[in-house]
């Protein structure tokens, strides 16, 4: 007997769930990390590290204290320039570029790679000066007003802080602070958001409120996160790096390694690595 | 290591096997009372399913517990998802258990034929030693010996087309003919409790590899009753 011809659109439709690896790799590669070592004045903190980033997605670093993902998402934005003794070797490319070479522009870098910290850091002035710092001293063209706007708008703080733009920053709550950085980061049109634990000094719906936000803004943006809180990563990331930490022999250093990368579904449910699944599972760490 | 995890997946699989034991009974119960035609163990069956549902309910309550509050993930949330399966696998195992007893009871005035009642007899054997090696198979993490279950189930199926040939013989005879209607539908009760066994099999598969995949599949094996 012949086999019927049926039309499994709709039964298609109904299993819609997350990106597959072939779905995020098709995406272009915003970050390419070739053999990546980073040491602090002589001693290693990571090596060995090698992934892709690409583009509209969100990515989440997980591992234990001490692994080396905070030291990594810095290699990002090259904020470890910032740290007396420290050296990069190895590549990060971005959009195909050398993100260290000796002609990039680290303010460039930063601005094009902004970046979100555990505590929200506000300036010490008004809701409105706070976005319109980035672009005043980028010296952007357009309308400030409506720059302003439109990023609060992202940050999803628009509806909350309209109508007291000119009060101080400082007088909002925790959460609302940290999507005030969010979208001072937003507000200088940026390319990639680095966000390194930003909800762990949040409550439970403030960090709702920034998770929701990470699904939105990765429409326009690609997102790198270090969380410490693994039902987080399970629920925003797209793709999951899980980072280890391997101790000398004699227990004289520690350094960090990246162990298994890939989509959080696979990290989840069946990852690849022992010690990966030690981890998620709680049975290690 | 995360202990009131790993103490309430211990608790819940020890239910599973519990559960599993308990279905054995009924299993081998509503096959003594085909063989002896026994109305009043049939009896006992069909009340006994109300056991068998409250282990099910309780599985289910505890992995709705431990999925609300453990956050299980990697092979606890496949041991989580399997073991809410095989509940359900029981469960059915019970109810099919039930019909059995009912129909014994509903054609024991009818007259047994022996030849019948042989082929089911021997449907029932080897479904409770399916339900013993799928119990196994998964404490043990056995994938060997869940594989093995499907050739366990195909020696069922045998024995059900058996039994189907056995009661076309009695179209001449109005009153055989009605007694092996119902059989038939006792030898499908059999059948699908080995089917249930395979199911019980191909979640120990997916607790140990992470994949899941069907033994066999229906809808591309057609095979003829």
Redesign the interface.
Known sequence: METPQIDNTRIADASRGALSRDDIERREKVFSVNDLAVSYSGKVALQDVQLDVHRNTVTAFIGPSGCGKSTFIRCFNRMNDLVPGAKVEGSVLYHGADLYGDDVDPVEIRRRIGMVFQKPNPFPKSIYDNIAFGPRVLAMKGNLDERVEGALRQAALWDEVKGRLKDGALGLSGGQQQRLCIARALAVEPDVILMDEPASALDPISTTRIEDLMHELKRDYTIVIVTHN??QA?RVADMTAFFSVVVHEDGSARRGILVEYDTTAKI????SDKRT?DY????FG | MRIELQAELDALEAGFQEAGEIVLRSIRGALDALQSQDVELCDEVIAFDDEIDERYLAIEKQVELVLARQNPVASDLRLVLALLHNGLHIERMGDQCVTIAKLTKLSSHLGAQPAVVEGLADMGERCAEMVKVSLTAFADRDLEQARELHQLDDLVDRANRQVFDEVLGYVHDPEALEWGMRQITVARCFERIGDNAVDIGEQTAFLVTGEFAEFTDASHDPQPL
């Not at chain 1, 989840?268 to 990852?271: E, H, L, Q």
């Not at chain 1, 998620?280 to 049975?283: A, I």
Request: net charge neutral; proline share 8%; aromatic share 8%.
């Open positions: 693994m039902q399970a989840f449910t069946t990852p699944e998620v599972t709680g049975r």
